[in-house]
């Protein structure tokens, strides 16, 4: 079992900024993938942001420039720091992680309960 522990959402003023940190904790040997991924309202479920094991980051278009996913690899714990925080940002935003079990297993998904962002004045 994993867990993935949230944090960080809220209410900011537009051009605010907020960091949100996913904890991965359980059994886990390796983490392969682990970032964010945010849902508005009516809308699909979309990338925000991921990093590989070996620190490869891969952003969406709407986060490059202004957010920034770090790492804590000893802790399996991710960090989004998001600056010029927009309206259009608003989202429930969902940690990610790909994960194997055990050196022998597969690697799976896994998703966190989310954490509410919400941008306005």
């Known amino acids: 079992q994993v867990q993935l522990v949230e944090s960080g959402g809220g209410l900011v003023q537009p051009g605010g900024s907020l960091r949100l940190s996913c904890a991965a904790s359980?059994?886990?040997?390796?983490?392969?993938?682990m970032g964010w991924y945010r849902q508005a309202p009516g809308k699909q479920r979309e990338l925000v942001a991921t990093i590989t094991h070996t620190g490869v980051t891969n952003y969406a278009d709407s986060a490059k420039g202004r957010f920034t996913l770090s790492r804590d690899s000893a802790k399996n714990t991710v960090y989004l720091q998001m600056n010029s925080l927009k309206p259009e940002d608003t989202a429930v935003y969902y940690c990610y992680v790909y994960y194997i079990p055990g050196f022998l297993d597969s690697p799976r998904p896994y998703w966190g309960q989310g954490t509410q962002v919400t941008v306005s004045s």
């Open positions: 359980g059994v886990i040997a390796r983490v392969n993938v």
